[in-house]
T-cell receptor, first 111, second 114 residues
């Protein structure tokens, strides 16, 4: 399973944008980039995923570098509810569908 | 549409006892995954099941742990002769056929071994 590197923690002010980086220099051509987040005392929650192109959904945007060796999850306006651990995960299509979680980035949102 | 349900939410067992954790996937989902999360760590994959079949158990400890997903009823993760190191949060996730990129997680079962 290809590794990802994320900062241990980040802080953001409420209602400001947040850019959560992820490095994945050993990514292969068929690996998908997934983001999940885990709120305190809850199970992980799907946020977004992509392959090559940038992606947008109601929760966030995913910006993928042209060489795919890094990506950034963008929360456009952080709210207190966005305080969570954010996991960047690589998934190869033929690996049996399990996800390999790292330690993620713990996001603190300051009111 | 109810989400993934896990019970019990909290389970306390003495060393040597058995722990049975249940997971009911979302309606229409035929894929179930179990993960374990130790304190201050990320989730670790344990096993991937479809109805009546174990597809991938590469993350399961070789002894004392077993999982099943019968034709009827919830998926069960069974831990025999629990030890203190088994204390963790156990999460179940499910996904629909053909959409395994999006896994829906349950609230977890927090197992404490005393």
């Amino acid at each position: 399973d290809a590794k990802t590197t994320q900062p241990n923690s980040m802080e953001s002010n409420e209602e400001e944008p947040v850019h959560l980086p992820c490095n994945h220099s050993t990514i292969s051509g068929t690996d998908y980039i997934h983001w999940y987040r885990q709120l305190p005392s809850q199970g992980p929650e799907y946020v977004i995923h992509g392959l090559t192109s940038n992606v947008n959904n109601r929760m966030a945007s995913l910006a993928i570098a042209e060489d795919r060796k890094s990506s950034t999850l963008i929360l456009h306006r952080a709210t207190l509810r966005d305080a969570a651990v954010y996991y960047c995960i690589l998934r190869a299509p033929n690996t049996g569908n399990q996800f390999y979680f790292g330690t993620g980035t713990s996001l603190t949102v300051i009111p | 549409n109810a989400g993934v349900m896990q019970n019990p939410r909290h389970l306390v067992r003495r060393r040597g006892q058995e722990a049975r954790l249940r997971c009911s996937p979302m309606k229409g989902h035929s894929h179930v995954y179990w993960y374990r999360q130790l304190p201050e760590e990320g989730l670790k994959f344990m096993v991937y099941l479809q109805k009546e079949n174990i597809i991938d158990e590469s993350g399961m400890p070789k002894e004392r742990f077993s999982a099943e997903f019968p034709k009827e009823g919830p998926s069960i993760l069974r831990i025999q002769q629990v030890v203190r190191g088994d204390s963790a949060a156990y999460f179940c996730a499910s996904s629909p056929p053909g959409h395994t990129y999006e896994q829906y997680f349950g609230p977890g079962t927090r197992l404490t071994v005393t």
